[in-house]
């Protein structure tokens, strides 16, 4: 869905994060998947060809914390994003942020 989002915002060059270290390498493969997620990853790489420049990265699910929760969070409620946050999610994009100095 990142990359749909990405696409539909009008982004030119992106790159893609993310922890899990099978799908990075499917990606950065560039090949047609016949793993179980397949279908995903075709999709991906259809989305990727209206980018100018598109990447993906590995990185460690502890660099990736509110990516990690807000996934985990989803898994187990549905969600519905209004703009806001859940108070619970606050204190792991302060962490985040607080760890990212600019």
């Known amino acids: 869905r990142a990359v749909e989002l990405s696409l539909e915002l ?12 099978i799908l990075i390498k499917v990606l950065k493969n560039s090949s047609c998947s016949w793993a179980p997620f ?5 999709n991906i790489f259809n989305l990727a060809s209206h980018f100018s420049c598109f990447n993906v990265v590995h990185v460690r699910r502890h660099c990736n914390q509110v990516a990690h929760s807000l996934a985990r969070r989803a898994l187990v409620s549905h969600v519905h994003l209004d703009g ?13 942020l607080n760890s990212h100095p600019l």
């Open 10 to 21: 009008g982004f030119d060059n992106i790159v893609i994060e993310g922890d899990s270290e």
């Open 38 to 42: 397949g279908h995903i990853v075709n």
């Open 84 to 96: 806001g946050c859940t108070p619970n999610l606050l204190f792991v994009i302060q962490a985040d």
